[in-house]
């Protein structure tokens, strides 16, 4: 039996869907060439529009999977304005996706002041330099704005912008695919009705 046979059997066997999250972020990060973290995330803007893009998974636990943004974007207006996001996660590498659903929220202060510290200094500074998904009349305009905060800040710590934090995903319904011969892929998705409950349904779904 193949190890890629081994790690399907396992995870088609198991009942704990953080877990098996974690065994294959893991194994993305020495598989994908770019960005394992990274995922497609889903939103709807307030005429019922999808809008999908890509971001940075920046942490997860069993409480759910967070990612940090401007909060005046599109992407933030929408979840801020919907309270509910969609995620896929896709290694080519590994022939494996993940696609998460669920409400929406903001993380605590505390959380986000850590993360935006951990941060490299200039993007801290792009962080309040850049007016996120609106107009911008020239490049020469943001490097200007970039300019000015650098001067702004240059001795301290950057604080946090108050229109920049982070959304936890607290999925209700989490699904992993693994590729497989002649399209018979291996689908189990794991649901849940209260994104506070622990406990969770599995069902295999056909490919």
């Known amino acids: 039996m193949s190890e890629n046979e081994l790690t399907t059997g396992d995870f088609t066997d198991r009942n704990e869907p953080f877990a098996i999250f974690a065994d294959w972020l893991n194994e993305a990060q020495t598989s994908e060439i770019n960005d394992p973290n990274a995922m497609a ?4 803007d307030e005429e019922g529009l999808p809008n999908v893009r ?3 998974l920046k942490g997860f636990d069993h409480h759910g999977f967070v990612f940090y943004t401007n909060f005046e974007s599109q992407k933030g207006r929408e979840i801020l304005g919907q309270k509910k996001a969609a995620l896929c996660f896709h290694w ?3 022939r494996r996706q993940v696609r998460v ?12 002041d850590a993360y935006f510290q951990s941060r490299p200094r200039g993007s801290r500074i792009g962080a309040w330099a850049s007016k996120q998904s609106r107009p911008l009349e020239s490049r020469f305009a943001l490097e200007k704005a970039v300019a000015e905060f ?10 946090r912008p ?3 934090s982070g959304f936890r ?3 209700t319904s989490i699904e992993f695919w693994k590729d497989g011969k002649f399209r018979l892929h291996d689908r189990i998705e794991f649901h ?9 349904d599995k069902v295999r779904m056909y490919p």
Request: proline share 13%; aromatic share 6%.
């Open 162 to 164: 108050p229109h920049w």
């Open 150 to 159: 650098t001067a702004r800040y240059a001795l301290g710590e950057i604080p």
């Open 192 to 200: 849940r009705p209260d994104p506070a409950s622990g406990h969770w």
């Open 101 to 112: 659903r669920g409400p929406v929220e903001i993380v605590a202060d505390d959380e986000a």
């Open 54 to 56: 890509m971001v940075l």
């Open 92 to 94: 080519k590498s590994l």
């Open 169 to 171: 995903i607290r999925p």
């Open 41 to 44: 995330l889903a939103t709807v």
